[in-house]
T-cell receptor
């Protein structure tokens, strides 16, 4: 079945460091891909998405590119801030008409000042 | 703008007790979902409701029942709680999925932390 695998956490970085969180997926067909973020004590919220191969999603300085050849959707940010500390979830939607998201296990990110 | 509201936020139960988690959304969304979040396992779908009047099983439905009371409300019931159901439960909703392209954006509540002793 469809699945999402994220890099193991937790990840701890210093402020202004470069961030990469790896995400790979397994799916039949042509899924849409997403990154969700969960700040402490809150529910998840959509960070960015890409709906077809080679699309780049971006938001709040974060970027991720849908790579069909490597089945990957890695999250990157050039200079992280303390306020980026959160848990990040990669997810896929199996197809344009499907309604259910499949989530990765989440990666906890801590940014130290 | 409330979005998705879940109650209660915290609950402690004894094994065998029953309870209902309530969820309401004010965004006029067609679809609603219940997920559970466990350490190291991400979010797993328990049940979902594509539209008012329909419900379907997700990945981990055993031990749960749901009711789509109306377009706004979607409740999750544990009939006989077990320690394995200790988790954080999230309700979510999404827009315009039945019969149309999946936007993929779920709107989540703040979660309900359930402990079963």
């Amino acid at each position: 079945g469809d699945s999402v695998t994220q890099m193991e956490g937790p990840v701890t970085l210093s402020e202004e460091a470069f961030l990469t969180i790896n995400c790979t997926y397994t799916a039949t067909g042509y899924p849409s891909l997403f990154w969700y973020v969960q700040y402490p004590g809150e529910g998840l919220q959509l960070l960015l998405k890409a709906t077809k191969a080679d699309d780049k999603g971006s938001n709040k300085g974060f970027e991720a590119t849908y790579r069909k050849e490597t089945t990957s959707f890695h999250l990157e940010k050039g200079s992280v801030q303390v306020s980026d500390s959160a848990v990040y979830f990669c997810a896929l939607s199996p197809g344009a008409w499907a309604q259910k998201l499949v989530f990765g296990q989440g990666t906890r990110l801590t940014i130290n000042p | 703008n409330a979005g998705v509201t879940q109650t209660p936020k915290f609950q402690v139960l004894k094994t065998g007790q029953s309870m209902t988690l309530q969820c309401a959304q004010d965004m006029n969304h067609n679809s609603m979902y219940w997920y559970r979040q466990d350490p190291g396992m991400g979010l797993r779908l328990i049940y979902y409701s594509a539209s008012e009047g329909t419900t379907d099983k997700g990945e981990v439905p055993n031990g749960y029942n749901v009711s789509r009371l109306n377009k706004r409300e979607f409740s999750l019931r544990l009939e006989s709680a077990a320690p394995s159901q200790t988790s954080v439960y999230f309700c979510a909703s999404s827009d315009r999925l039945a019969g149309g392209p999946n936007t993929g954006e779920l709107f989540f509540g703040e979660g309900s932390r359930l402990t079963v002793l």
